[in-house]
């Protein structure tokens, strides 16, 4: 069965953006799965404009996104899911690379996070 592409529209979840960039960096994200190499790509290519975050994800289940839910939940609420015509260009997203964003959101969470003493 072909792949269908999919216009996914979300919101980051608060507080995860940490684990998702780390998710995004080292890899861990849908570890084994089939379509692991496909959603690691397609999130690093999202694009973030105010607080909506949206991608191109191609998927092959009968329902959309249905084994990729799995994975996308841990991190996002999914708002709007679209078709996309397989034969008209992907669309231009707006807004900046995801990734781009949660190193700002991390290093700007870091930089005022409050003191913690180190313990021996």
């Not at 269908?4 to 998710?23: F, K, M, R, S």
């Not at 690691?40 to 084994?67: F, I, Y």
């Not at 999914?78 to 990734?99: S, Y």
Request: aromatic share 6%.
């Amino acid at each position: 069965m072909a792949d269908n592409l999919y216009l996914v529209e979300a919101q980051l979840i608060p507080g995860l953006e940490t684990d998702l960039l780390q998710a995004l960096e080292d890899g861990s994200l849908a570890r084994g799965k089939v379509y692991e190499r496909q959603m690691q790509q397609a999130l690093r290519g999202a694009k973030v404009d105010g607080r909506t975050v949206r991608w191109v994800e191609a998927c092959h289940c009968a329902s959309p996104l249905a084994a990729e839910r799995q994975d996308l939940d841990q991190f996002f609420l999914i708002q709007r899911v679209r078709v996309i015509d397989a034969d008209a260009p992907r669309p231009d997203l707006p807004g900046r690379d995801l990734p781009d964003t949660l190193r700002d959101i991390v290093a700007e969470a870091t930089r005022f996070a409050p003191y913690e003493p180190r313990r021996p």
